[in-house]
């Protein structure tokens, strides 16, 4: 059973850095690509970041261009997101997903993690 496990979620400051890490169990990792989604309250899930299955490229949502990055270990299985100068529009609940599209649909990732909450304060 495909199980991915989100981890580094937290309370921070605006302007403050927090690293998510997605570890993911039973998946044929190296063929996944592999995003983030977060939701905030009352609004839909939408595309953060996401991975090609060979770290080769990424694509960013233009609210987190140049202060998001997007990375994985295909040997560790893990995915990672390193947020810099976080704002409090990033509060959220993040959600880790993989899929064999590499896509900004989260239609086309079926297997997702339980998600980790980001607090930002003012």
């Known amino acids: 059973q495909v199980q991915l496990v989100e981890s580094g979620g937290g309370l921070v400051q605006a302007g403050g850095s927090l690293r998510l890490s997605c570890a993911a169990s039973a998946l044929t990792f190296s063929s996944y690509s592999m995003s983030w989604f977060r939701q905030a309250p009352g609004q839909e899930r939408e595309i953060v970041a996401a991975i090609s299955w060979s770290g080769s490229s990424t694509l960013y949502a233009d609210s987190v261009k140049g202060r998001f990055t997007i990375s994985r270990d295909n040997a560790k299985k893990t995915m990672s997101l390193q947020m810099n100068s976080l704002k409090p529009e990033d509060a959220a609940v993040y959600y880790c997903?993989?899929?064999?599209?590499?896509?900004?649909?989260?239609?086309?990732?079926?297997?997702w993690g339980q998600g980790t909450q980001v607090t930002v304060s003012s």
């Open positions: 997903a993989a899929g064999r599209q590499y896509s900004t649909r989260k239609g086309e990732y079926p297997y």
